[in-house]
């Protein structure tokens, strides 16, 4: 039986190729959308022979927003299902100095998500149908002077996703908010990552194919993030800003 389209945007993130790999494994055509990419063509065309799923690509820019329309109407049908996997942690030093790294940062990880997941969420709603989900992150679950920059963009999505939420619950319109822990990618590639509390990419996904099947609003993925940050949101203001972690 033929499954809901998905539409997977920044389809070249490592945590995006195992989402692909999830849903195409589970019979959905597929709709990816990154900027462009000479190597990415072998993968499309491996999903396509390996599972017998539709796959076409698209050139997306999330900072573009300009051009965010216009891919929406270009693209081959409306998905069922649309993932946002766009992401830029950035150096946090380089952030605190250079104004236009801090811009972008800020910018590629709330206003460009912000912008095409709301143009997504108006269809929606008209609709009566649909799934959004975003991938957010711990790094907005409270700011640490080591990635505040990435932290507050991603915290500023974490509520957009919250008052979507709340706004399309009335319309039949799912919205999944994704809060990874650490995990090994290419953006943490040269991070020492805490080994016990980090998942690989194929966890991620799974996390997420499921979430989206028992129609979950928040997901925390491993699972005792939730636990973690739920001890650090609890630290006193007054003791957590002479921390260093
Ligand atoms: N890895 C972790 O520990 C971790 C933890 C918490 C949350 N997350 C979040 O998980 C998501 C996936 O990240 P990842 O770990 O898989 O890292 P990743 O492989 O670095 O993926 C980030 C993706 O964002 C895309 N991107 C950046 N700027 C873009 C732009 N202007 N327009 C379109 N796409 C753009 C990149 O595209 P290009 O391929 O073209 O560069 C890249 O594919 C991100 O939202 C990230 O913040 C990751």
Redesign the pocket.
């Known amino acids: 039986m033929t499954q809901g389209t998905v539409l997977i ?8 190729k195992s989402i692909a790999n999830k849903f195409a494994a589970n019979g959905h055509n597929l709709l990816l959308a ?2 462009r ?1 000479s190597n990415f063509g072998d993968e499309i065309s491996d999903l396509k022979l390996q599972f017998n799923v539709d796959v076409n690509f698209y050139e ?4 573009k927003l300009d051009t965010h329309k216009a891919f929406i109407q270009n693209l081959k049908e409306i998905p069922s299902i649309v993932i ?6 950035g150096d946090q030093n380089e952030c605190e100095k250079k104004d236009d790294l801090r811009t972008k940062v800020l910018r ?2 709330f206003e ?1 998500p912000v912008n095409i997941i709301s143009e997504f969420s108006n269809i929606f709603e008209n609709r009566g149908s649909g799934t959004i989900v975003g ?5 907005g679950e409270r700011g640490r002077s080591s990635n505040y920059i ?1 932290g507050s963009a ?1 915290a500023g999505f974490t509520t957009f996703l919250s008052g979507l939420r709340n706004r399309l619950a009335k319309k039949n319109v799912h919205v999944l908010t994704v809060i ?9 590639s040269g991070l020492k ?1 805490p080994k016990f509390f ?1 998942s690989s ?1 194929n966890d991620v996904a799974k996390d997420i194919y499921f979430a989206i099947k028992k129609k979950k609003n928040v997901i925390y993925t491993m699972k005792v993030w939730r636990f973690i940050m739920l001890m650090i949101k609890c630290i006193p203001e007054r003791i957590f800003k002479n921390t260093s972690f």
């Open positions: 945007l920044g389809a070249q993130s490592d945590i995006a990154s900027r990419s997306f820019d999330v900072l946002c996997a766009i992401g830029l942690m590629t990880n460009g991938i957010s992150s711990v790094a990435y991603k990874p822990g650490t995990v090994y990618t290419k953006m943490t990552l980090t990419s």
